[in-house]
């Protein structure tokens, strides 16, 4: 196989959304801190505004992924204000921490930003699996990010949660990688169900590794951009050699991923 070193269309070519400006999804709800916000609710003496609204919808649109449907702003808003009606001081404590989060996104590096959406959902997905054991139902905001970015496994005893587009950002490095030699990566769904069936026996470190993967797409991505034409040739004919005789490209991905840490550390 030809090893491709010029120029031609790589994913590198498209920003990453958490790389964008904004740090959320492209289409997501816009965030004006200047603009007035009016009161959509009040009750015991205690005010909800939609400003306020707003900032929860993005946040759910950056756990989700993806800017939502107008039906889903409309029902999480909704579920929201009635939950602000019923227990007013219970609802704007579980807001506050939400938007104030949602305003330092803009102010984090693109690494930073996975970072954090990486913890918030470990947290809030582990927060409901407490709540449905309870017997309760998932929160108004959960509820709308399962329908898009639903968990996929979860092991309570590390803490760990692998949700679905950890799965895509798996398979979009080896788009990435693989694609520096000209080589195509094997279908999403056929990579997906094999490495979720390889988490039955995987260790921690490993597990950990793939629940991680958007961070570590970002980490590939920043540090093949800073590489030379030099380096990236020669980056490339290594990957089609590894390719070429691996029973298994995803440790040659792998394996590339953790040199871009280690530049970059």
Same mark, same amino acid.
């Given at each position: 196989? $030809?090893?491709? $070193?010029?120029?031609?269309p790589s994913p590198l070519d498209t920003e990453h959304w958490l790389e964008g400006p904004t740090g959320f999804p492209a289409g997501g709800v816009v965030?004006?801190?200047?603009?007035? @916000?009016?009161?959509?609710? $009040?009750?015991?003496?205690? $005010?909800l505004t939609r400003r306020q609204?707003?900032?929860?919808?993005a946040f759910t649109e950056f756990l989700a992924g993806r800017a939502l449907p107008g039906e889903d702003r409309l029902e999480l808003a909704a579920d929201l204000t009635d939950a602000f009606d019923d227990t007013p001081k219970a609802a704007l404590k579980f807001l506050r921490p939400l938007t104030a989060g949602v305003?330092?996104?803009?102010?984090?590096d693109p690494l930073r930003r996975a970072q954090r959406r990486l913890?918030?959902?470990t947290t809030t997905y582990v927060v409901e699996q407490r709540r449905q054991s309870d017997g309760d139902e998932l929160s108004p905001v959960m509820t709308v990010v399962s329908r898009y970015n639903p968990v996929v496994r979860q092991w309570a005893a590390s803490g760990i949660v692998l949700v679905a587009d950890a799965l895509t950002a798996r398979w979009e490095q080896h788009r990435l990688v693989l694609g520096l030699a000209g080589?195509?990566?094997?279908?999403?769904?056929?990579l997906a169900r094999r490495l979720v069936a390889r988490t039955d026996r995987a260790g921690k470190l490993e597990v950990a590794e793939l629940a991680a993967a958007e961070f570590r797409l970002l980490v590939v991505r920043r540090y093949l951009r800073d590489l030379g034409r030099t380096a990236t040739g020669e980056l490339a004919a290594e990957i089609d050699r590894?390719?070429? @005789?691996?029973l298994?490209?995803?440790i040659v991905v792998q394996q590339v991923g953790h040199r871009a840490a280690l530049a970059l550390s």
């Open positions: 196989m $030809t090893v491709q $070193t010029g120029h031609h965030l004006d801190p200047a603009e007035p @916000s009016e009161v959509v609710a $009040t009750s015991r003496g205690l $005010t609204l707003d900032e929860v919808i305003r330092r996104v803009g102010s984090l913890q918030a959902l080589r195509e990566p094997e279908p999403f769904d056929q590894a390719a070429a @005789s691996a298994d490209v995803d």
